[in-house]
């Protein structure tokens, strides 16, 4: 092991043996581990909830944590693997098998009702026991990830798909040096390599657009909607990392009116629709008689046309529509990685400066605006007067995403979730930015963008 992955490894462990006050290490680590797949942009809004136990038949159970991806109605749990000993240890395929079989029976005796092995209620692993159960028929796919400080074994075999409670589930392994590599690439996550071959066969047709000497190479791609829709299943989020908006759901005006289309004009989709834009830092492709094919893309990401994608994708698994027929044009820029901090979010600006995207959304994937929303996560507000309860400042980095937390609620869970969350505590980035200027001493700058927002509202009206 090289002294940064040490340095790195270190580090780590001292973050999670200072986790929960120091009182339960392994579920400290699966907490930081969450954080850095939250980094990682693996998964988004984790909540820890450490539990080991023994359910029927004598099982053993464990969990540390979860998130729900509301873009693919995936659901992501993690377990950790903790040694904490100055050498790491090294993760068979035995060790892999034994600790995923944990989790997997907590998630089985959820879907079962089996929750006598469950401390009391307020506990946050009997709470999500509960939430597995009632939600059960909305998850579309189980994710779960086994985080360790230790080093995974070259001789560990690929994980098969399973079903579970008769959902499609995958296993992923992070080990510490793989959250070393993705956290010190320059992005700040793994890049995802889609295979177009597999979705498409032959592959995509395209044409390149784009002269040689230019700084990036340019394709039209003609994508089966079908195939757009399961490729966003598949990855769901991670498609949208590069894109300003969160998916603003089917009510939203410009959704509503992709579901109607798909659902009773599907013959004049590619008509009305402007289709998607994407980036990618290299691809694959290939000349066949028929032309040019695009076999793969790496680090794709779709920078404008979320929503058409998000609303193909659910109108396909919700309203059982059939998308045989219905094509979607892609533009995709392809961009060499040591330029791709400087021009895709260059491209994703002015690609979305053909739609009605405030200036704000456009800076939504920010470091700065990603670390306050993780702060107005984690630090609690004070309690109002009379109040014994504490409560957030919920910071809104991406338009839509206090909605989205609560669409697929039930009406005691969405109570809960606004009483910690009031509606009166949300902030928005224009908010932050009059709060900072008034903070500085300069009030012109807050009229002037108070202006700007009465002057957009009257146009709207």
Known sequence: MDEHLRAFRDGVIVRAMAEFGGRDPEGGFGSVAGEMLEEAEEL???????????????????????????????????????????????????????????????????????????????????????????????????????????????????????????????????????????????????????????????????????????????????????????????????????????????????????????????????AFNNGIAATSTSVETRDTPEGPRLLAATDLQIVNGGQTTASLALARRKDGAELAGIFVQMKLSVVDAEKSGELIPKISEYANRQTKVSDSDLFSNHPFHRKLEELSRRIKAPPRAGSQRPTTWFYERAKGQYRIETSKMSPAEKLRFEADNPRRQVITKTDIAKIENSWRQLPHEVARAHRRTLTSTASLL
């Open 44 to 270: 988004v809004d984790f909540v820890p909830c450490p539990y080991r136990g023994t359910g029927t038949r004598r099982r053993s159970l464990g969990i540390d944590g979860y998130a729900f991806d509301e873009a693919d109605g995936s659901l992501r749990l993690v377990i950790a693997e903790f040694e904490g000993e100055r050498q790491p240890a090294t993760v068979t395929q035995t060790t892999a098998k034994a600790t995923f079989s944990k989790v997997v029976a907590f998630v089985d005796e959820a879907f079962a009702g089996n929750d006598d092995h469950l401390p009391a209620d307020e506990d946050p692993a009997a709470d999500f026991s509960g939430l597995l159960q009632i939600h059960q028929p909305n998850i579309t796919r189980l994710r779960f990830y086994l985080v360790t400080d230790g080093i995974l074994s070259d001789r560990i075999r690929d994980w098969p798909e399973q079903s579970i409670g008769g959902i499609p589930a995958e296993f992923h392994i992070w080990d510490i040096a793989r959250f070393h590599d993705a956290l010190s690439s320059r992005s700040g996550r793994e890049a995802l390599t889609v295979d177009f071959g597999s979705l498409v066969a032959g592959g995509v047709p395209c044409l390149k657009a784009s002269l040689n000497q230019s700084e990036y190479s340019g394709y039209l791609c003609v994508l089966p909607a079908d195939a757009l829709a399961r490729m966003y299943e598949e990855y769901g989020s991670r498609l949208l990392e590069g894109n300003v908006r969160s998916f603003l759901g089917k009510a939203v005006k410009v959704n509503k009116a992709i579901r109607e289309t798909v659902l009773r004009s599907p013959e004049m989709f590619f």
